[in-house]
């Protein structure tokens, strides 16, 4: 099975702050990586896939980068409404394994 | 617009059994992908089982594989997680989610239901 580790699992960022997640793979994945931003009490949704590839209506201040098995989310000008947990997942090879979230708060 | 809508959930003893449902509308469901994903209370999301749109093909995490059962019916939009020998490691929120693309080129998971809560417990 393909683990996968993000760090850090928790920060603390103002607004306006440049935010990158990192996300490794214990094996090459591929492009087959996405990303998700939940919020409390909220359905997980989805921001990133294949990598790069940006969610329709998505904001364009989230990017992802990455092949094999780094893997950058990046938050360019953190917002208000950016503070909430964020996971990627892998989807290379069966089973899907998400990674343990990194959660971003407000400094 | 898409939805997808689960229900099921509740309360059951360990050892006993559930069958989740997730209704889906506004896209060709036979056409897609759907999974299960979980989230036990205040912990991250686990991925719990997916099945390719003709029904034909599914996986397991290997923490469920031979007590659930993913299904679907393509001629009422519904996807199904038969539940047994439930554990209380299983107490989660689950949700179906649905794939974007078609086939070799699907991606994991553009939509999502609200999500049923399975608590597990005597």
């Known amino acids: 099975d393909i683990q996968m580790t993000q760090s850090p699992s928790a920060m603390s960022a103002s607004v306006g702050d440049r935010v990158t997640i990192t996300c490794r793979a214990s094996?090459?994945?591929?492009?087959?990586l996405a990303w998700f931003q939940q919020k409390p009490g909220k359905v997980p949704k989805r921001l990133i896939s294949a990598t790069s590839s940006l969610q329709s209506g998505v904001p364009s201040r989230f990017s992802g980068s990455g092949s094999g098995t780094e893997f950058t989310l990046t938050i360019s000008g953190l917002q208000p409404e950016d503070f909430a947990t964020y996971y990627c997942?892998?989807?290379?090879?069966?089973?899907?394994?998400f990674g343990p979230g990194t959660k971003v708060d407000l400094k | 617009e898409v939805q997808l809508v689960e229900s099921g959930g509740g309360l059951v003893q360990p050892g006993g059994s559930l069958r989740l449902s997730c209704s889906a509308s506004?896209?060709?469901?036979?056409?897609?992908?759907m999974d299960w994903v979980r989230q036990a209370p205040g912990k991250g999301l686990e991925w719990v089982s997916s099945?390719?749109?003709?029904?034909?093909?599914?996986f397991y995490a290997d923490s469920v594989k031979g007590r659930f059962t993913i299904s679907r019916d393509n001629s009422r939009n519904t996807l199904f997680l038969e539940m047994n020998s439930l554990r209380a490691e299983d107490t989660a929120v689950y949700y179906c989610?649905?794939?974007?693309?078609?086939?070799?080129?699907?991606?994991?998971?553009?939509?999502w239901g609200q999500g049923t809560l399975v608590t597990v417990s005597s």
């Open positions: 094996q090459g994945i591929s492009n087959y």
């Open positions: 506004g896209f060709t469901f036979r056409d897609h992908y």
């Open positions: 997942l892998q989807h290379n090879s069966y089973p899907v394994t």
């Open positions: 989610a649905k794939y974007s693309g078609y086939g070799s080129r699907s991606y994991p998971f553009d939509y």
């Open positions: 099945m390719t749109g003709s029904g034909e093909v599914t």
